[in-house]
C-alpha cells in the first residue's frame, strides 16, 4: 500500500519544491547584504549583522515558524517563506563571510590600486571567486533546507509531508508510508548533491 501512496505523496513535491527554491534564493540574497554589514565600518551596522546572526543560528526552526504563524498571525506559505529565508540566511551569512576571507588578500590591493570602486570590486573581483569557494558549504544548506521544508507541515502547508501525514492516518500505515517519505527524501536529495557536484566541476 504503501509504495503505492507514491504518486499522492508526490503531488506535495511542486509545494516542497517552490518553498525550497524561494526561501533559498532569498537567504542567499539577506545572506549576502548579512555579510557586506559584517564587514562594514559602522559599528552599528556590523553589530546589528552579528545579533541577528546569532539569534536566528540558535532558534530552532520550529520555534521560529511558530513565532511567525501563530504570533505575528501570517499566512501559512508566507510565514513558511519567511521563516525559512531568515533562518537559513544567518548561516549563508557565515559561508559568505569565511568564502569572502579565502580569497588572497592581493585580489582586493589588485582590484583597488587600479581605482575600482569598492562595489564594482566586490561585485566584478571577489564575490565570484568567493561564490565558487562557497558552493560546497551551501549545497549542504541547501539539502537541509529542503529537509526541513516538511516542517510546514505544521502549519497546515500542503507539501509532501502533510500529504504523507494525511495517507497514513487514512490507511494507519504509519511505518510504511514513513519509511516511503525517507527514501523519497534521500533520492531527491542524492540529486541535488549530484547537481552541486556537476557545478563544482564545472567551475573549475
Same mark, same amino acid.
Given at each position: 500500500? %504503501?509504495?503505492?501512496?507514491?504518486?499522492?505523496?508526490? @503531488?506535495?513535491?511542486?509545494?516542497?519544491? +517552490?518553498? =525550497?527554491? #524561494?526561501?533559498?534564493?532569498?537567504?542567499?540574497?539577506?545572506?549576502?547584504?548579512?555579510?557586506?554589514?559584517?564587514?562594514?565600518?559602522f559599528k552599528l551596522l556590523h553589530w546589528s549583522?552579528?545579533?541577528?546572526?546569532?539569534?536566528?543560528?540558535?532558534?530552532?526552526?520550529?520555534?521560529?515558524?511558530?513565532?511567525?504563524?501563530?504570533?505575528?498571525?501570517?499566512?501559512?506559505?508566507?510565514?513558511?517563506?519567511?521563516?525559512?529565508?531568515?533562518?537559513?540566511?544567518?548561516?549563508?551569512?557565515?559561508?559568505?563571510?569565511?568564502?569572502?576571507? %579565502?580569497?588572497?588578500?592581493?585580489?582586493?590591493?589588485? @582590484?583597488?590600486?587600479?581605482?575600482?570602486? +569598492?562595489? =564594482?570590486? #566586490?561585485?566584478?573581483?571577489?564575490?565570484?571567486?568567493a561564490f565558487r569557494i562557497a558552493i560546497p558549504?551551501?549545497?549542504?544548506?541547501?539539502?537541509?533546507?529542503?529537509?526541513?521544508?516538511?516542517?510546514?507541515?505544521?502549519?497546515?502547508?500542503?507539501?509532501?509531508?502533510?500529504?504523507?501525514?494525511?495517507?497514513?492516518?487514512?490507511?494507519?500505515?504509519?511505518?510504511?508510508?514513513?519509511?516511503?517519505?525517507?527514501?523519497?527524501?534521500?533520492?531527491?536529495?542524492?540529486?541535488?548533491?549530484?547537481?552541486?557536484?556537476?557545478?563544482?566541476? %564545472?567551475?573549475?
Open positions: 500500500m %504503501a509504495f503505492h501512496s507514491i504518486p499522492k505523496i508526490l @503531488a506535495g513535491f511542486p509545494m516542497s519544491l +517552490y518553498l =525550497t527554491a #524561494i526561501s533559498f534564493i532569498g537567504a542567499l540574497i539577506l545572506g549576502l547584504f548579512l555579510t557586506l554589514a559584517q564587514m562594514s565600518r549583522a552579528r545579533a541577528f546572526i546569532s539569534f536566528m543560528r540558535g532558534v530552532p526552526m520550529l520555534v521560529l515558524l511558530f513565532i511567525i504563524y501563530f504570533g505575528f498571525g501570517a499566512n501559512a506559505l508566507p510565514a513558511a517563506v519567511i521563516a525559512f529565508t531568515i533562518n537559513c540566511s544567518a548561516f549563508v551569512s557565515e559561508v559568505f563571510r569565511s568564502s569572502f576571507s %579565502a580569497v588572497d588578500r592581493g585580489q582586493w590591493e589588485a @582590484a583597488y590600486s587600479l581605482g575600482l570602486p +569598492y562595489r =564594482t570590486v #566586490i561585485a566584478k573581483v571577489i564575490f565570484p571567486q558549504a551551501l549545497g549542504n544548506i541547501l539539502l537541509d533546507l529542503f529537509k526541513s521544508t516538511s516542517l510546514a507541515a505544521m502549519i497546515t502547508v500542503s507539501e509532501m509531508f502533510m500529504d504523507a501525514k494525511i495517507i497514513a492516518g487514512a490507511y494507519q500505515d504509519y511505518m510504511s508510508i514513513y519509511i516511503v517519505m525517507a527514501i523519497i527524501y534521500w533520492f531527491f536529495c542524492w540529486l541535488m548533491t549530484v547537481g552541486q557536484t556537476q557545478l563544482e566541476h %564545472a567551475l573549475t
